[in-house]
C-alpha cells in the first residue's frame, strides 16, 4: 500500500516556476514507477511526466518537453515535477500517482493517487 500526498502549487506569473512535491508513504516506494497528470476544468485527465523506479528512464508529454523535469529521491520516499517557464494552458490540479512496473502514459495503469494540487498560471 502506497499513500501520496502532493505540495508545491499555487498562484504564478505566466514564464514563472514552482516545483511540486509528492511525499509517498510505504517501505516500497523505490519499487514503484511514479507519475504526474493534470486535471483543467471540463477536461480530462492528462498524462504529463514518469519516472521509472530507479530513475534512470524519464517521459513527458509533448507539450511540457523541455520546460518541465521530473525526478525523485528514494532515500526521501519523494518525487519532485520542475515547472519552468510555465503557461497559462498548465493551470490544472496536478496528482501524483504510482504503479509497479514500468513508466505508464494511461492513468488507469496507476494504482494509487494523491489528492492533487492546485497549480494556476496567470496571463
Known amino acids: 500500500q502506497v499513500q501520496l500526498a502532493e505540495s508545491g502549487g499555487g498562484l504564478v506569473q505566466a514564464g514563472g516556476s514552482l516545483r511540486l512535491s509528492c511525499a509517498a508513504s510505504?517501505?516500497?516506494?523505490?519499487?514503484?514507477?511514479m507519475g504526474w497528470f493534470r486535471q483543467a476544468p471540463g477536461k480530462e485527465r492528462e498524462f504529463v511526466a514518469a519516472?521509472?523506479?530507479?530513475?534512470?528512464?524519464?517521459y513527458y508529454t509533448d507539450s511540457v518537453k523541455g520546460r518541465f523535469t521530473i525526478s525523485r529521491n528514494n532515500a526521501k520516499n519523494t518525487v519532485y515535477l520542475q515547472m519552468n517557464s510555465l503557461k497559462p494552458e498548465d493551470t490544472a490540479v496536478y496528482y501524483c500517482?504510482?504503479?509497479?512496473?514500468?513508466?505508464?502514459?494511461?492513468?488507469?495503469?496507476?494504482?494509487?493517487w494523491g489528492q492533487g494540487t492546485q497549480v494556476t498560471v496567470s496571463s
Open positions: 500517482a504510482a504503479r509497479r512496473g514500468l513508466i505508464e502514459e494511461l492513468s488507469k495503469e496507476y494504482d494509487y
Open positions: 510505504g517501505r516500497t516506494f523505490s519499487s514503484y514507477a
Open positions: 519516472i521509472r523506479w530507479s530513475g534512470g528512464n524519464t
